[in-house]
C-alpha cells in the first residue's frame, strides 16, 4: 500500500505542475480549475489514498463500479461525479451518490434524475454534454446533445425539483471539424457557456479535458478538468 500511496502521490504531483503551468500560462490563478480524478475501474483503497493526498472531486463513468465504491468510501470529504452515459435504469442508483451528474443530454433522463433526486430527499448539480460532433438534432458518438439543443434542455434542468442546473460539460470529439482540435473545441465550449449564462447565470461549470489535453482546456477557461490515467495510471484491459 506505501508503494501505491507513493505512485499516486508522485502522478497526482506531475499533474499538479501540469496544471500549475497551463494556469501561469493562461494568465489564470491555480484556483480557477478544480481537478477531478478519474477512478474508473480501480478500487476504493486508492479513492481512499487519494483523499488523504487532497483530492476532493472524484468521478466515475459506470455506475456498478460507482455505487459500491462510493458506498466504501461514504465517510470520505468527497464530492462525486458522473460522468458516463446514464441510462435510465441507473438513475435511482446514481441519484444515492453522485454529487453531479456531467453527462444530462435527452429530456428523458432529466425527468428519471428529478423523479429520483427528489425521493432520495438530495438536489443534483446537473451539467449537459455537448456533442461537438453531432448535427442540429443529433447525439454524438459519445453521448451528448448538439449545441442547438442546448438552450431547451438547460431550461428543463433548471425547472426540475431535485436539479441544479450547473453548466456544460464536453469530450473532445474524435470525427467532425473538431476532431484533433482539442484547443478549438473546448473554446467552442466556452463560448456556449457564455450564450447559456446569459439565461441561468449560476451556470459556471465549464467540464472540458483530460490526461491527453487538459492544458488544451485550461488555455481555453475551463473550469474543471477530469484527469484519470495521468493520476492513477494505465490499466490493462481485462479478458
Given at each position: ?5 507513493d ?45 488523504e ?8 463513468n ?6 459500491p465504491k ?15 452515459q ?12 453522485a ?23 438530495r ?7 455537448v456533442?461537438l ?6 447525439r454524438g458518438?459519445?453521448?451528448?446533445v ?23 460539460m464536453?469530450?473532445?470529439p474524435l ?10 473545441a ?8 457564455t450564450?447559456?449564462r ?5 451556470a ?18 475551463a ?16 479478458g
Amino acid at each position: 500500500m506505501t508503494e501505491r500511496r507513493d505512485e499516486l502521490a508522485a502522478n497526482l504531483a506531475k499533474v499538479e505542475r501540469r496544471l500549475a503551468e497551463a494556469c501561469a500560462a493562461a494568465g489564470r490563478g491555480r484556483e480557477e480549475v478544480t481537478l477531478i480524478v478519474v477512478t474508473k475501474t480501480y478500487p476504493a483503497t486508492d479513492v481512499r489514498i487519494l483523499s488523504e493526498l487532497g483530492v476532493r472531486h472524484v468521478a466515475e463513468n459506470r455506475d456498478q463500479d460507482a455505487a459500491p465504491k462510493a458506498a466504501a468510501c461514504a465517510d470520505l470529504p468527497l464530492t462525486w461525479h458522473f460522468v458516463g452515459q446514464l441510462q435510465t435504469n441507473k438513475v435511482r442508483s446514481v441519484a444515492g451518490y453522485a454529487d453531479f451528474v456531467q453527462s444530462v443530454d435527452r429530456s428523458k433522463l432529466v425527468t428519471a434524475l428529478s423523479k429520483e433526486a427528489v425521493r432520495a430527499g438530495r438536489e443534483l448539480g446537473c451539467l449537459i454534454q455537448v456533442a461537438l460532433d453531432a448535427g442540429d438534432s443529433e447525439r454524438g458518438e459519445r453521448g451528448g446533445v448538439a449545441p442547438a439543443g442546448i438552450e431547451e434542455l438547460a431550461d428543463l434542468v433548471a425547472e426540475a425539483p431535485g436539479l441544479r442546473l450547473a453548466g456544460l460539460m464536453t469530450v473532445a470529439p474524435l470525427t467532425g471539424e473538431y476532431a484533433g482540435r482539442e484547443q478549438a473545441a473546448f473554446g467552442r465550449l466556452m463560448d456556449l457557456s457564455t450564450d447559456l449564462r446569459r439565461s441561468h447565470p449560476a451556470a459556471t461549470m465549464v467540464s472540458a479535458g483530460m490526461s491527453a489535453d487538459l492544458e488544451q482546456a485550461v488555455a481555453a477557461g475551463a473550469t474543471h478538468v477530469r484527469v484519470g490515467s495521468a493520476v492513477l495510471g494505465v490499466r490493462p484491459r481485462l479478458g
